[in-house]
């Protein structure tokens, strides 16, 4: 089945304590990009990746590092969680030159 | 940049009933994608129609359809036949060449039995 998983699907940290949510695509997208939805704000690119060792920053990097270094993975790395990156974070991916994107099942943080 | 605008934060409707939700957005694009996602209790984003803003004919998939009005920068969603299943929280979404998609804040719709 084609999809995007992301893990831990529920993650309660505290303040400092470095964390990294997978993420991970069967479907050879080249795209694949993190945002995280906040209430009355919809949802934010944090950052993405058009490939392979080439990623970008989007809207809101600040406090959050990833890496590419497969095509099926794009791991979100938070160096020192604080409590305002408390959110619902999404992975997605897409095949470059396609618009739709395919959405990974989120994870809930809550950093204490 | 480009800004996506739902200025219905809530709506509701009953079960059987049509109802339209409204979403504007700026850019200075010619071509272009736009999106309507359902967001169900269970978070999964859920893609529920799309347009591309070449076409002229407006997106249709069963009891959704869309108004795409390009000049007035306009895609509003109808959501005929109202199910109980069809409460969520649905967000519009803008696309342009590859970039980051660029969302609106939300619309919480509830259905009424």
């Known amino acids: ?112 | 940049a480009q800004t996506v605008t739902q200025s219905q934060p809530e709506m509701s409707v009953q079960e059987a009933e049509t109802v339209t939700l409204s979403c504007t957005y700026d850019t200075s694009e010619s071509d272009y994608y736009l999106f309507w996602y359902k967001q169900p209790p269970s978070r999964q984003m859920i893609l529920v129609i799309r347009q591309e803003a070449y076409k002229q004919q407006n997106a249709t998939e069963n009891r959704f359809s869309v108004n795409f009005q390009k000049a007035a920068k306009s895609f509003s969603l109808k959501i005929s036949d109202s199910q109980l299943g069809d409460a969520a929280m649905y967000f519009c979404a803008y696309r342009y060449n590859n970039n980051d998609m660029r969302f609106g804040a939300g619309t919480r719709l509830t259905v009424k039995p």
């Open chain 1, 1 to 112: 089945e084609a999809q995007v998983t992301q893990n831990p699907r529920y993650l309660i940290t505290v303040t400092g304590k470095k964390l990294t949510v997978t993420c991970s695509q069967n479907m050879n997208h080249e795209y694949m990009s993190w945002y995280r939805q906040d209430p009355g704000l919809g949802l934010r690119q944090i950052y993405y990746s058009m490939n392979v060792e080439v990623t970008d920053k989007g809207d809101v990097p600040e406090g959050y590092k990833v890496s590419r270094k497969e095509k099926r993975n794009f791991p979100l790395i938070l160096e020192s969680p604080s409590p305002n990156q408390t959110s619902l974070y999404f992975c997605a991916s897409s095949l470059l030159g396609e618009e739709t994107q395919y959405f990974g099942p989120g994870t809930r943080l809550l950093v204490l």
